[in-house]
């Protein structure tokens, strides 16, 4: 039972570039998230998906794209990087509105 | 604007002894509250929560109180051990935003031998 995983672990992009942040959990929760954490901040979500097959914004969805590919699997995308978005981002899972589970995070540096 | 405050960056605190770990918040509409403790180069994991229909919740070592008066809830960690160095990050949801949880900056613990 690996809880919350993500990949990569890190990754260094040049501004204009464009990733894929990809999540996965195996706890059949219903709902995940995507969070950014800068320095002095707390963590802020970016997007959630109550469900299989709904996404909304969260506080700071601008930049990105997410996609709920199935129950398990909960992607971001960054279309066109910026230093902007240099952040260590987490995933995280919840069966309903209850605790949430996080995945160890990946970090991005944006040149 | 931030909904969800710690004002105190860090503590440090003797082993043995306790850690007392603030937090306030604007939002009367806050229903639940958490606390995460993370690691370095680790996600957030869950330590305690309480609703607010208590105001004290008690879990081994950690005691979580909440004043909904004061819009202010601490977390007690006794006895402090070398482990319990960490970032303790509040958090905060109410039921019209759907599992949306509102994160302060987090109190960075140090306990010393």
């Known amino acids: 039972n690996a809880g919350v995983t993500q990949t990569p672990k890190f990754q260094v992009l040049k501004t204009g570039q464009s990733m894929t942040l990809q999540c996965a959990q195996d706890?059949?929760?219903?709902?995940m998230y995507w969070y950014r954490q800068d320095p002095g901040m707390g963590l802020r979500l970016i997007y959630y998906s109550a469900s299989e097959g709904t996404t909304d914004k969260g506080e700071v969805p601008n930049g990105y794209n997410v996609s709920r590919l199935n129950k398990r699997e909960f992607s971001l995308r960054l279309e066109s990087a910026a230093p902007s978005q240099t952040s260590v981002y987490f995933c995280a899972s919840s069966y309903l509105q209850e605790t949430q589970y996080f995945g160890p995070g990946t970090r991005l540096l944006v040149l | 604007d931030q909904q969800v405050k710690q004002n105190s960056p860090s503590l440090s605190v003797q082993e043995g002894r306790i850690s007392i770990l603030n937090c306030d918040y604007t939002?009367?509409?806050?229903?639940?509250f958490l606390w995460y403790k993370k690691y370095p180069a680790e996600g957030p994991t869950f330590l305690i929560s309480i609703s607010s229909i208590k105001d004290k919740n008690e879990d081994g070592r950690f005691t979580v109180f909440l004043n909904k008066s004061a819009k202010h809830l601490s977390l007690h960690i006794v006895p402090s051990q070398p482990g319990d160095s960490a970032v303790y990050f509040c958090a905060a949801s109410d039921p019209d935003s759907w599992g949306k949880l509102q994160f302060g900056a987090g109190t960075q613990v140090v306990v010393t031998p």
């Open positions: 706890m059949n929760h219903n709902s």
């Open positions: 939002n009367s509409m806050f229903d639940y």
